[in-house]
């Protein structure tokens, strides 16, 4: 059975996009989820997904000068990323503004993009809620070098993040480069969530950053248990939703997504059940 299910090259393609997305997407996502500014990862979703069709609209115009959607998608996502962080400056009293703004705008511009370039089709599907036959050889090796990036930037600022994400104000008072800090830690969730579609959906890939992290910290006793956990539910929830989605025929996202809750609730029940004891 599992022999059957490597056997496909695209398979191979998928659980190695999968695992690395996986392990990134939580590690993002824990810092995320301390900051409470996790709904930073559906604005930036949506701005994405602004980029992807924009990247079909201008295949479809100049044939000639084929782009590769994920890649529109990913420049998207950045610049969505650098407008957040721009508006949170703008209102610094009210700095969650900025969120539902871009995500306003994300959208709108995806919409509307999405109607000039013929509406949905296959591919749209399988960028919006992830395919197992949809990791291209390229994007294998995006997910690859973004993954490098992602773990390469957190382990050179660990310490500075760690001290920004509980204490913002302390890390500022203690001379922390917390914009420059900010300004990269955004941009490395653009990042993580363009790879990520791939996988799981550009709608759904918010739930891979947070859900792990959701079920971890009930269980977690440390920080760094609960960036453990969570990249070992994540890693779960990927494998067993990509085998799943391969033999029951359903789409590989929403899959993952569903497993990914019920690991929450199975952790929701373990310290349930433990707090009664």
């Known amino acids: 059975m599992i022999e059957a299910f490597f056997q496909y090259s695209f398979i191979q393609r998928a659980v190695l996009a999968g695992v690395m997305v ?7 996502g824990v810092y995320l989820v301390m900051r409470r500014l996790s709904l930073i990862a559906d604005a930036l979703s949506h701005v994405t997904l602004a980029g992807i069709a924009a990247g079909m609209l201008w295949n479809k115009v100049f044939p000639a000068l084929l782009l590769s959607p994920v890649i529109t998608g990913m420049g998207a996502s950045v610049i969505g990323a650098l407008c957040i962080e721009k508006l949170r400056k703008v209102y610094r009293h ?3 503004l900025s969120i539902p703004i871009i995500l306003a705008a994300g959208v709108g511009l995806g919409v509307v993009l999405i109607s000039m370039a013929d509406g949905f089709n296959a591919d749209l599907f399988g960028y919006l809620f992830g395919s197992v036959v949809a990791v291209s050889p390229l994007d294998l090796k995006l997910i690859t070098s973004t993954s490098l990036l992602v773990i390469a930037i957190i382990a050179v600022t660990y ?15 203690a001379g922390i480069p917390h914009r420059l800090l900010n300004t990269i830690f955004i941009f490395l969730v653009a990042l993580v969530i363009a790879v990520g579609m791939r996988v799981v959906g550009v709608l759904l890939i918010s739930s891979m950053i947070t859900l792990p992290v959701a079920a971890s910290l009930q269980i977690a006793r440390s920080f760094w248990q609960t960036i453990i956990y969570s990249i070992v539910f994540a890693q779960l929830a990927i494998i067993t939703g990509l085998v799943l989605s391969f033999y029951l025929d359903w789409a590989s996202g929403g899959t993952i997504v569903l497993v990914a809750v019920a690991l929450l609730l199975l952790c929701m029940g373990y310290r349930h059940l433990t707090r009664r004891e």
Do not use: H, S, V
């Open 22 to 28: 996986g392990f990134i997407a939580p590690l993002i």
């Open 159 to 173: 310490r500075p993040m760690f001290y920004l994400a509980f204490d913002e104000e302390g890390a500022r008072i």
């Open 94 to 96: 009210y700095q969650e």
